[in-house]
């Protein structure tokens, strides 16, 4: 998951600090946030939604201020830049404006911009948050009304717009604060207490503490009592259970006791506290110091200011009041519950007139759920949407049925419109949802912990159970449940702030995901915690990828092969430690050079030609290649070429993996000239069975010829005869010369020449090299091939050499493991589709399964090491599969020839063949 911008983590706290930033947001992010860095201009963090508004994938765009700004029309951006400068310059002239911005579909979208700079304390403007919203159809409404007459017109209305706002805004915020200290005062100097129906204190004010000289952990829990002066206590409580028996108050004047003895008088209203079935769960008193009159006057005062905040608060919350009598079926509102409806203050409404209002889909509801409250007659709180004008808007409705009779003859309530509030509930859920981030909030006197659906579906909790700490400490991952409940102890012992990573087992699943836990916990007056609450995050993914990254980062930088990254012009844009090893150039060298800086100068323009044509067209290209070091050096490597792709299919980057095998083509061409000394021995040896018997023929005939005509002083020898012998002698001869000219074209060959031969020649010319071999150690070569010539192009000297290694290993093994004189060497050929495949097998007994993988292996050997050198098999595998390319395999094989069943090893040579 990539790291949260900079920005949208400082906009995040400043939400949790600033009320007037949180209201700018609320009042204008229906098309998404931005927020500046005045600092640094250049980043400006845009959420996701304005991108998708104009139909781009936010991926693809980078929190700059340059990726909006060349989408606006030039001068809707000089418009902008002019307001921007003055509204830097005075905070109260207005950053808001429509622009023109180019669709990803190449139309225009009419976006409304609206910023607010946020200032130092010097004055300074160092950052600005602003929000967009899509105004194209109210545009395209516009023209299609005729009643759009041009955008600076459109723009100056919202410069008059804002600055109403903009005052109105002021006064709300100056309200809200009036209304908190307000608040606090009432606290601070009203005497209240609340008792239960056994007299016992259950809340009290500060005021109340403040002239009794208890604290409140003293009072709360104790009898009531406790601060009544001794000779009220009787009386007062008798007059209290008789006069409240039917709801009434009880208003009256007591005498107090103090916690240092003094006494003080009270002017108290006590009222009975009933619930829905209108039975009694205690009391609350309201009171008055009657100990010094102007103390009285002050809290008059300050109550009536504080009735005064309380109606303000009411007006900016849009909370409308209503009543409605069902006598006369009409509705009495409250000035804000007609702005509600956009109702003229001078009607008179009618219940069924009001429910016309109502969204047809939400209509029954609506009226089952207020018929079924009159019928029970009980309280009843919905939610529903009426049709405003052309627009729905959503409101939150309390009533409460007045009765007498048992009638309902009234309903009054409250009504509040929550368009916007629910607006944002539905982005923050949809945002948790995109996130996988979810909120909860743990009570620990009741032991209940509770939370959003997201953490449900994070944890696989089953959504209707209730859930408390252990149930939730139980789903952590046991090898990381102890941390987390010593740093959760931690944190309750420092009452701090908390911020943990750790694994979690989904119930359902019983996969292991990963969360990212913030927490913040709250407290009593006397300082204890009473719940810690925030969010779980499901970060699997995050996780997962940054532990990809780290293998990838591990291989990259340890690997001992040489690694470079382009970008998709040939750009280096990274190395690892053994490029520079092997190179000798160090990153900060070649960063930004073309890997051309590597050319030896060996290969020509047509090499390189093919290789990037073969990555244009597979994606990949493997071989070998002579590069030069820093040092000019040049030397051999092994080098594969990937192209990387993104996710429109272009290429974003190019991988070359690289390893120096300058020392391993020395070694192989020191065990080539070794394998070539051993293959001459070997032909050698072949020879001189060859030649033995033609030789011996001819000493004997020349010998014969020469005692005959010694012995035939008068010529008597008839001259046939002569010639005859002379006939032999010549033939031989030229056996023996045939015998060295194979032997010269064997050693002496062209070995990189790719030809056109007959594969069956071949075979033929490597049985006349190893036929007297064979037959000197009793051994039949059995020919399975067919008749059809087959025609192959490569280079048939160094198949020749490969393939000789082969008969000669088999040679060895039947003599070596076969005493008695069924010895035999099989050969066949089969063609598969554009293979073909020479099989080799003997009679051997076969290869042990411990030496099989070893056989290819330089220097292995079973042989004696007066016999053997290891050296033949593992050139026959080089030359079959880095020389010709082609394969080479070998496995035991059971089989059966002439009613008899043997055991051998098969080789398996594949060729490049087309037909």
Same mark, same amino acid.
């Given at each position: 998951?990539?790291?949260?911008?900079?920005?949208?983590?400082?906009?995040?706290?400043?939400?949790?600090?600033? =009320?007037?930033?949180?209201?700018?947001?609320?009042?204008?992010?229906?098309?998404?946030?931005?927020?500046?860095?005045?600092?640094?201009?250049?980043?400006?963090?845009?959420?996701?939604?304005?991108?998708?508004?104009?139909?781009?994938?936010?991926?693809?765009?980078?929190?700059?201020?340059?990726?909006?700004?060349?989408?606006?029309?030039?001068?809707?951006?000089?418009?902008?830049?002019?307001?921007?400068?003055?509204?830097?310059?005075?905070?109260?002239?207005?950053?808001?404006?429509?622009?023109?911005?180019?669709?990803?579909?190449?139309?225009?979208?009419?976006?409304?911009?609206?910023?607010?700079?946020?200032?130092?304390?010097?004055?300074?403007?160092?950052?600005?948050?602003?929000?967009?919203?899509?105004?194209?159809?109210?545009?395209?409404?516009?023209?299609?009304?005729?009643? &759009?007459?041009?955008?600076?017109?459109?723009?100056?209305?919202?410069?008059?717009?804002?600055?109403?706002?903009?005052?109105?805004?002021?006064?709300?915020?100056?309200?809200?604060?009036?209304?908190?200290?307000?608040?606090?005062?009432?606290?601070?100097?009203?005497?209240?207490?609340?008792?239960?129906?056994?007299?016992?204190?259950?809340?009290?004010?500060?005021?109340?503490?403040?002239?009794?000289?208890?604290?409140?952990?003293?009072?709360?829990?104790?009898?009531?009592?406790?601060?009544?002066?001794?000779?009220?206590?009787?009386?007062?409580?008798?007059?209290?259970?008789?006069?409240?028996?039917?709801?009434?108050?009880?208003?009256?004047?007591?005498?107090?006791?103090?916690?240092?003895?003094?006494?003080?008088?009270?002017?108290?209203?006590?009222?009975?506290?009933?619930?829905?079935?209108?039975?009694?769960?205690?009391?609350?008193?309201?009171?008055?110091?009657?100990?010094?009159?102007?103390?009285?006057?002050?809290?008059?005062?300050?109550?009536?200011?504080?009735?005064?905040?309380?109606?303000?608060?009411?007006?900016?919350?849009?909370?409308?009041?209503?009543?409605?009598?069902?006598?006369?079926?009409?509705?009495?509102?409250?000035?804000?519950?007609?702005?509600?409806?956009?109702?003229?203050?001078?009607?008179?409404?009618?219940?069924?007139?009001?429910?016309?209002?109502?969204?047809?889909?939400?209509?029954?509801?609506?009226?089952?759920?207020?018929?079924?409250?009159?019928?029970?007659?009980?309280?009843?709180?919905?939610?529903?949407?009426?049709?405003?004008?052309?627009?729905?808007?959503? =409101?939150?409705?309390?009533?409460?049925?007045?009765?007498?009779?048992?009638?309902?003859?009234?309903?009054?309530?409250?009504?509040?419109?929550?368009?916007?509030?629910?607006?944002?509930?539905?982005?923050?859920?949809?945002?948790?949802?995109?996130?996988?981030?979810?909120?909860?909030? &743990?009570?620990?006197?009741?032991?209940?912990?509770?939370?959003?659906?997201?953490?449900?579906?994070?944890?696989?909790?089953?959504?209707?159970?209730?859930?408390?700490?252990?149930?939730?400490?139980?789903?952590?991952?046991?090898?990381?449940?102890?941390?987390?409940?010593?740093?959760?102890?931690?944190?309750?012992?420092?009452?701090?702030?908390?911020?943990?990573?750790?694994?979690?087992?989904?119930?359902?699943?019983?996969?292991?995901?990963?969360?990212?836990?913030?927490?913040?916990?709250?407290?009593?007056?006397?300082?204890? /915690?009473?719940?810690?609450?925030?969010?779980?995050?499901?970060?699997?993914?995050?996780?997962?990828?940054?532990?990809?990254? =780290?293998?990838?980062?591990?291989?990259?930088?340890?690997?001992?092969?040489?690694?470079?990254?382009?970008?998709?012009?040939?750009?280096?844009?990274?190395?690892?430690?053994? *490029?520079?090893?092997?190179?000798?150039?160090?990153?900060?060298?070649?960063?930004?050079?073309?890997?051309?800086?590597?050319?030896?100068?060996?290969?020509?323009?047509?090499?390189?030609?093919?290789?990037?044509?073969?990555?244009?067209?597979?994606?990949?290209?493997?071989?070998?290649?002579?590069?030069?070091?820093?040092?000019?050096?040049?030397?051999?490597?092994?080098?594969?070429?990937?192209?990387?792709?993104?996710?429109?299919?272009?290429?974003?980057?190019?991988?070359?993996?690289?390893?120096?095998?300058?020392?391993?083509?020395?070694?192989?061409?020191?065990?080539?000239?070794?394998?070539?000394?051993?293959?001459?021995?070997?032909?050698?040896?072949?020879?001189?069975?060859?030649?033995?018997?033609?030789?011996?023929?001819?000493?004997?005939?020349?010998?014969?010829?020469? *005692? =005959?005509?010694?012995?035939?002083?008068?010529?008597?020898?008839?001259?046939?005869?002569?010639?005859?012998?002379?006939?032999?002698?010549?033939?031989?001869?030229?056996?023996?010369?045939?015998?060295?000219?194979? *032997?010269?074209?064997?050693?002496?060959?062209?070995?990189?020449?790719?030809?056109?031969?007959?594969?069956?020649?071949?075979?033929?010319? /490597?049985?006349?090299?190893?036929?007297?071999?064979? +037959?000197?150690?009793?051994?039949?070569?059995?020919?399975?091939?067919?008749?059809?010539?087959?025609?192959?192009?490569?280079?048939?000297?160094?198949?020749?050499?490969?393939?000789?290694?082969?008969?000669?290993?088999?040679?060895?093994?039947?003599?070596?493991?076969?005493?008695?004189?069924?010895?035999?060497?099989?050969?066949?050929?089969?063609?598969?589709?554009?293979?073909?495949?020479?099989?080799?097998?003997?009679?051997?007994?076969?290869?042990?399964?411990?030496? +099989?993988?070893? /056989?290819?292996?330089? &220097?292995?050997?079973?042989?004696?090491?007066?016999?053997?050198?290891?050296?033949?098999?593992?050139?026959?595998?080089?030359?079959?599969?880095?020389?010709?390319?082609?394969?080479?395999?070998?496995?035991?094989?059971?089989?059966? &020839?002439?009613?008899?069943?043997?055991?051998?090893?098969? *080789?398996?040579?594949?060729?490049?063949?087309?037909?």
């Amino acid at each position: 998951m990539p790291e949260e911008h900079y920005l949208k983590k400082e906009l995040d706290e400043n939400l949790k600090d600033n =009320l007037s930033i949180f209201e700018f947001i609320q009042s204008g992010s229906l098309d998404g946030i931005w927020y500046w860095d005045l600092e640094k201009p250049e980043n400006q963090w845009m959420s996701e939604k304005f991108w998708r508004v104009l139909g781009y994938d936010p991926k693809t765009k980078k929190h700059l201020s340059s990726e909006w700004q060349k989408l606006v029309r030039k001068e809707d951006l000089d418009l902008a830049l002019e307001n921007f400068h003055k509204h830097i310059e005075d905070e109260t002239h207005p950053y808001d404006q429509i622009m023109r911005y180019r669709h990803a579909d190449g139309s225009t979208a009419w976006i409304r911009c609206r910023g607010m700079a946020i200032r130092d304390k010097n004055g300074k403007a160092i950052r600005m948050i602003g929000a967009h919203n899509d105004m194209t159809v109210f545009m395209d409404t516009l023209k299609k009304l005729g009643e &759009y007459d041009g955008l600076e017109r459109l723009n100056k209305n919202l410069t008059k717009k804002y600055n109403k706002e903009h005052k109105q805004r002021l006064e709300v915020q100056k309200e809200n604060k009036d209304s908190e200290r307000y608040i606090k005062l009432i606290d601070k100097f009203i005497i209240t207490s609340t008792v239960d129906t056994k007299g016992n204190i259950v809340n009290v004010s500060s005021a109340f503490c403040k002239i009794s000289g208890y604290s409140k952990k003293e009072l709360l829990g104790n009898p009531h009592w406790k601060t009544l002066y001794p000779d009220e206590n009787i009386n007062s409580l008798k007059d209290l259970e008789e006069l409240t028996k039917n709801g009434k108050t009880w208003e009256g004047e007591i005498k107090n006791l103090k916690k240092d003895g003094t006494t003080y008088w009270v002017k108290s209203t006590i009222a009975p506290i009933l619930d829905d079935n209108k039975n009694l769960i205690g009391y609350s008193t309201l009171s008055s110091d009657i100990t010094d009159k102007n103390i009285i006057k002050q809290n008059n005062l300050e109550l009536k200011t504080i009735k005064e905040t309380l109606d303000n608060a009411v007006k900016i919350a849009k909370l409308g009041t209503w009543e409605w009598n069902l006598s006369k079926d009409l509705l009495k509102f409250s000035k804000i519950a007609y702005e509600i409806f956009g109702l003229d203050q001078s009607s008179s409404i009618a219940f069924d007139t009001l429910r016309n209002f109502v969204v047809k889909e939400d209509r029954k509801r609506y009226k089952r759920i207020i018929n079924r409250a009159l019928k029970k007659k009980i309280p009843f709180s919905f939610e529903y949407r009426i049709y405003r004008g052309f627009e729905i808007r959503k =409101l939150w409705v309390i009533g409460n049925p007045i009765i007498e009779n048992k009638k309902v003859i009234r309903v009054s309530g409250v009504i509040q419109d929550i368009t916007e509030l629910k607006q944002v509930e539905e982005e923050l859920k949809e945002a948790q949802k995109i996130a996988r981030i979810g909120h909860y909030n &743990y009570n620990l006197k009741e032991n209940i912990f509770t939370n959003s659906y997201i953490i449900d579906e994070i944890f696989g909790f089953d959504e209707k159970r209730e859930k408390n700490f252990k149930y939730w400490l139980y789903s952590v991952y046991e090898g990381d449940r102890k941390r987390v409940k010593k740093y959760l102890n931690k944190v309750y012992r420092a009452k701090e702030k908390f911020d943990t990573e750790y694994r979690v087992v989904d119930e359902k699943t019983k996969g292991i995901k990963w969360v990212h836990m913030l927490g913040e916990l709250s407290f009593d007056r006397d300082g204890n /915690i009473t719940t810690f609450f925030g969010t779980i995050q499901d970060i699997t993914k995050r996780k997962e990828l940054e532990s990809n990254l =780290l293998q990838a980062h591990n291989v990259f930088e340890n690997t001992h092969d040489g690694i470079l990254v382009t970008d998709e012009k040939g750009n280096i844009l990274n190395v690892n430690n053994s *490029f520079e090893k092997i190179t000798g150039y160090k990153l900060q060298e070649v960063i930004g050079l073309n890997p051309s800086i590597l050319k030896s100068g060996v290969h020509d323009d047509n090499f390189y030609k093919d290789l990037w044509r073969e990555v244009r067209i597979n994606g990949y290209w493997s071989g070998e290649i002579h590069n030069k070091k820093k040092n000019g050096k040049i030397y051999q490597e092994l080098l594969t070429v990937n192209a990387i792709y993104d996710e429109n299919g272009n290429v974003g980057n190019y991988i070359g993996l690289f390893s120096d095998i300058t020392k391993q083509k020395k070694q192989d061409k020191l065990i080539l000239q070794q394998s070539r000394t051993a293959a001459i021995g070997e032909m050698l040896e072949n020879i001189a069975h060859q030649w033995r018997q033609p030789l011996s023929i001819i000493s004997t005939s020349a010998t014969g010829l020469k *005692f =005959l005509l010694e012995m035939d002083p008068e010529e008597k020898v008839p001259k046939n005869r002569v010639l005859n012998v002379l006939e032999d002698i010549n033939n031989y001869t030229q056996y023996l010369s045939n015998t060295i000219e194979d *032997f010269r074209s064997f050693f002496k060959g062209d070995m990189t020449k790719i030809e056109r031969f007959n594969i069956k020649n071949t075979l033929e010319k /490597i049985a006349n090299l190893t036929k007297d071999s064979f +037959m000197h150690n009793f051994i039949t070569l059995v020919d399975e091939t067919s008749d059809e010539d087959i025609f192959i192009e490569n280079n048939e000297n160094i198949l020749t050499q490969a393939l000789i290694n082969i008969y000669n290993n088999a040679k060895d093994a039947l003599v070596e493991y076969v005493k008695e004189k069924d010895k035999y060497f099989f050969i066949s050929v089969e063609i598969k589709e554009d293979t073909l495949y020479l099989h080799f097998k003997d009679n051997a007994g076969g290869i042990s399964k411990n030496i +099989m993988n070893q /056989i290819f292996d330089p &220097y292995f050997t079973t042989k004696h090491e007066s016999i053997g050198t290891g050296l033949g098999l593992y050139m026959t595998y080089q030359i079959i599969t880095k020389q010709i390319k082609g394969t080479i395999e070998v496995h035991n094989v059971n089989f059966e &020839y002439k009613n008899k069943t043997y055991k051998g090893a098969e *080789f398996i040579i594949g060729l490049p063949y087309e037909s």
